[in-house]
Nanobody, 131 residues
Framework: QVQLVESGGGLVQPGGSLRLSCAAS????????IAWFRQAPGMEREGVSC????????AYADSVKGRFSMSRDNTKNIVYLEMSGLKPDDTAVYYC????????????????????????WGKGTLVTFSS
């Protein structure tokens, strides 16, 4: 059974930085897509970034482009989300999720908009701001 464990969330000041990690275990396939989502209080979950296969570049939601950077270590099955220039609007629980690997220009969009079902989800890590 696939398990995903996120870590690295915490309290941050506006303009600050955090690095989130997501460790995957129990994987049965050689390749997979993996994504970060977030859900702010009272809001719907939104896609933040994704990498659709082991050799693909990351794709990002417009709201985080230029501030967030996603990477994956395929040997360790860990993905990272480097977040900088954080804003209060970034307050949310951040989840990673894993799904089938993909090819094609539209796959990232399908993942980030929630149209492509992900197979497993972590429990999330909270990013919040200090006043």
């Amino acid at each position: 059974q696939v398990q995903l464990v996120e870590s690295g969330g915490g309290l941050v000041q506006p303009g600050g930085s955090l690095r989130l990690s997501c460790a995957a275990s129990g994987l049965t396939r050689d390749d997979y897509s993996i994504a970060w989502f977030r859900q702010a209080p009272g809001m719907e979950r939104e896609g933040v970034s994704c990498i659709i296969r082991r050799d693909a570049a990351a794709a990002y939601a417009d709201s985080v482009k230029g501030r967030f950077s996603m990477s994956r270590d395929n040997t360790k099955n860990i993905v990272y989300l480097e977040m900088s220039g954080l804003k209060p609007d970034d307050t949310a629980v951040y989840y990673c999720a894993i799904g089938p690997s993909g090819r094609g220009a539209g796959v990232s969009e399908l993942i980030l908009t929630g149209q492509l079902r992900m197979h497993a989800w972590g429990k999330g890590t909270l990013v919040t701001f200090s006043s």
